[in-house]
């Protein structure tokens, strides 16, 4: 028996998309951020199961992404776990013909466990670094910002769909870079894993913020579908070096759509699932969803919505 391969894992899409990605690949098959295109074909493989087949994602506005250089794509964390990263990445590689990755920053956290730091910078998942990010975007690649971090997901279900507070370095970079932002809502992973209590023993024994506990207990999502809504690109004037209070102002802009995305891809999810989603959310606390951004900055109805 010869020796096991990454390759056998890949399944002949991927391969094929792997092919179109514009990735700089060596001779080696590694890029110049340390990513690996064998260990790129085990990942998409895997999210192409949950992708198409367990979540059947269904992506709206995806033309909203550009197809080339740096952008940031910011949006809400559903649900317990980071599947909805997973689900964004998945539809940024599948969802259209020329593939784009993403690279996500990761929780520091993370990186104390044994084998995932290593897995994660082979598909081009980093340490939430700034350093990280300015790289990143200035070599023209997209980067994955969830704001609310680790707050986001370990929302209770009963707080769903309601944004906690964004932080405000990833406009700093935006800023800097000269990068767009495109925001987006995920929809779907409150209901897939419906967390109603953190264990806090069992958060401390593998180094985590929380460990999620849903009614029936075992921390898995459930095979719900789920969607994703991307906004137009938002623009902002600007060096990074700006006062606190434009930089936050600008932070609740991009939030404010964020959450007219949510609130929106909620409704139409319930409309086709004949009212079986969950309801729709109140404003939440910040009142920030009654605010009406720019025509330019908001969503829009030429958005690929059915």
């Excluded at 590694?30 to 059947?56: A, C, Q, T, W």
């Excluded at 598909?123 to 994955?144: I, K, N, S, T």
């Excluded at 700093?172 to 809502?185: D, E, K, S, W, Y």
Aim: hydrophobic share 35%; aromatic share 12%; with cysteine.
């Amino acid at each position: 028996m010869g020796p096991f391969r990454l390759e056998t894992l890949t399944s002949r899409d991927v391969r094929d998309r792997l092919e179109r990605l514009e990735l700089p690949f060596n001779q080696y098959g590694m890029d110049p951020f340390g990513i690996s295109k064998k260990h790129l074909g085990v990942f998409y493989s895997m999210l192409e199961v949950f992708y198409k087949n367990y979540f059947r994602v269904k992506c709206f506005g995806i033309d909203n992404v550009p197809e080339r250089g740096g952008a940031m794509l910011v949006g809400n964390h559903s649900g317990g776990l980071p599947v909805d990263g997973g689900m964004v990445l998945a539809s940024l590689f599948f969802a259209r013909d020329l593939p784009r990755h993403a690279t996500g920053m990761v929780e520091k956290f993370a990186g104390n466990w044994p084998f995932v730091s290593e897995w994660f910078s082979r598909v081009g998942q980093l340490p939430g670094l700034p350093e990280h990010a300015l790289r990143l975007l200035q070599d023209g690649r997209l980067l994955m910002i969830f704001p609310e971090g680790a707050r986001g997901t370990g929302k209770l279900f009963k707080d769903r769909y309601r944004l906690v507070q964004f932080g405000t370095g990833f406009m700093r970079i935006a800023l800097q870079t000269g990068a767009p932002i495109v925001p987006f809502a995920f929809i779907g992973g409150e209901e897939a894993l419906p967390t109603i209590y953190h264990a806090k023993t069992l958060a401390k024994i593998v180094g985590a913020p929380y460990w999620p506990v849903p009614p029936y207990l075992v921390p898995f999502p459930l095979p719900l579908g789920c969607e994703i809504h991307y906004g137009k690109p938002m623009h902002f004037p600007g060096t990074g070096r700006e006062p606190d209070e434009v930089i936050e102002g600008y932070v609740e802009q991009v939030k404010s759509v964020v959450e007219l995305l949510v609130l929106r891809g909620c409704a139409l999810h319930r409309q086709r699932t004949d009212g079986t989603f969950a309801q729709e959310p109140e404003d939440s606390s910040s009142g920030s969803s009654s605010a009406a951004p720019s025509s330019t900055s908001g969503p829009s109805d030429s958005d690929s919505e059915p």
